[in-house]
């Protein structure tokens, strides 16, 4: 084996202690209005007076040029990728969930993979009555709530499509990620600036509030809302009276039958499972196996990094990653402890006296489907196995598992039947075959990115021409050229 030199030692403690630092001085600094002593811009006090500087944003992007939009769009794409790693760090720093390199993985896909203005496309129709245009316009003041899961991946992958749909925008982020969104808005008006844009062409909140939420949700001057998050805020903006996209909550069900490729699936999944922590909402959260594979499938977890634990380990874990909430109307719900939500894996299983090393990424454990971590989206490291007896058996567990949230499901075969049968039947918007989850937002998959994945609302993998109304121009009986 090869001897490590002292060298490399002292090299490998310099990186770990620059690191280190880099951490703290994030961790020491952030706050909602500046970064590094540098101001952000386009951040209000006041949500009506964000909203009316929207306005005015909008009234400029209106005005610009197609070219124009593309080239500070460009330059988002640009900074966003120069900057991937500082937001990576200041998103785990501030929300203390997922891991710093994935959050800037998924930075670069946002800007390698969001369309641009290539996205919106006019349509024509002619025939004896002369030409009918139709084309995708702006809405006007978009307002875009952001979840604390993917904070300025989701606020940069919103500004590139609405400010290429002709949009402006105003953000209520999650006020736990608000510096980390915050920085994302900045940087999508330093981008404008630097492109010859406005100096501002978005806005955002100091310290955004279920108020500030309310007042974007009934202002007359915001046309669309686009709300990313969880069940309770999806519910209020599709309550508002406006025209709005939810992009809410998924708990994404894997079956593994027994003509998968066993090793492939296993590394798949944990690979899909541990992606920032299993933040993502397309990320794998509960496996359905072929009894007969299962073992052999729990080995390449295991394998590729996974800790069994107990049925018994399994129920004290269940008593600390979720809580009882009491709801207004005095009932009470089991929730996720934020206090566990993505968090590592040695982590987690600290909290029941198990200690491991950082090498392990992933807790797997063999339940019943009743299992409060099958029923439950967690948002961790945790992945429950149920062993199923055939393919029908299968399909209907994960689709109760999925419970008509047309998210994600995913699937691991070779068996052409029973991969279209489970994707019929679980009706979700994205449905990934053979591979990790985050193939399905265009990462080792094929199509464009987004974080706004709008189930509920029908607009699927929103992109620019999500954030646009159709307009029809005619112009009867001319302009036929045939
Ligand atoms: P969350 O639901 O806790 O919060 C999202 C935002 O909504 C925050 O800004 C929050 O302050 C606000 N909010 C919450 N309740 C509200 C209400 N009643 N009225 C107005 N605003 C309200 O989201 P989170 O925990 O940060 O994100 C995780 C959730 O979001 C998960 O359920 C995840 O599946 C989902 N999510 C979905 C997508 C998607 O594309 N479909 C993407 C990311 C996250």
Known sequence: MAQITENQIKDIVAKVLDEMQNMDSISDNWDSTQYDGRPFIGIFDDMNEAILAADRCYKTVRAMSVEEREKIITEIRRLTREEAAI??????????????????????????KTPGTEDIVANAKTGDNGLTLIE??????????????????????????????????????????????????DLVNRASRAAGGPDMIVCSMKKPTMESAAIMQSHPLIKLLVCTGGPGVVKAVLSSGKKAIGAGAGNPPVIVDDTADIQKAAKDIIDGCTFDNNLPCIAEKEVFAFDNIADELIAGMKRAGSYQITKEQADALAKIVLVEKTKKDGKTVKTV??????????????????????????????????????????????????????????????????????????????????????????????????????????????????????????????????????????????????
Not at 87 to 112: C, F, P, Q, S, Y
């Open 87 to 112: 937001m990576g760090k200041l998103g785990v720093a501030e929300t203390k969930m997922g891991k710093a390199e994935h959050k800037r993985l998924k930075h670069i896909l946002v800007a390698d």
């Open 136 to 185: 995708m316009a702006p809405f006007g003041v978009v307002g875009a709530i952001t979840p604390s899961t993917n904070p300025s991946e989701t606020v940069i992958c919103n500004s590139i499509g609405m400010i290429a749909a002709g949009n402006g925008v105003v953000f209520n982020p999650h006020p736990g990620a608000i510096a980390t969104s915050n920085y994302a808005v």
């Open 337 to 482: 402890n934020r206090e566990c939500v993505g968090r590592d894996a040695d982590v987690i299983l600290e909290k029941i006296g198990v200690h491991v090393g950082k090498e392990v990424r992933c807790i797997i454990c063999e339940v019943d489907f009743m299992h409060e971590f099958v029923q439950e989206e967690l948002m961790m490291p945790i992945l429950p196995i149920v062993r199923v007896k055939n393919i029908d058996e299968a399909i209907e567990l994960a689709c109760k598992a999925e419970a008509g949230r047309r998210h994600t499901a995913h699937m691991h075969s070779k068996n052409i039947d029973n991969l279209s049968r489970f994707a019929r039947a679980v009706e979700t918007t994205i449905f990934v075959k053979n591979a990790p989850s985050y193939a399905g937002i265009g990462f080792g998959g094929e199509g464009h990115t987004t974080f706004t994945i709008a189930g509920p609302t029908g607009e699927g993998i929103t992109s620019a021409r999500s954030f646009t109304r159709q307009r029809r121009c005619v112009m009867a009986d001319s302009f036929r050229i045939i």
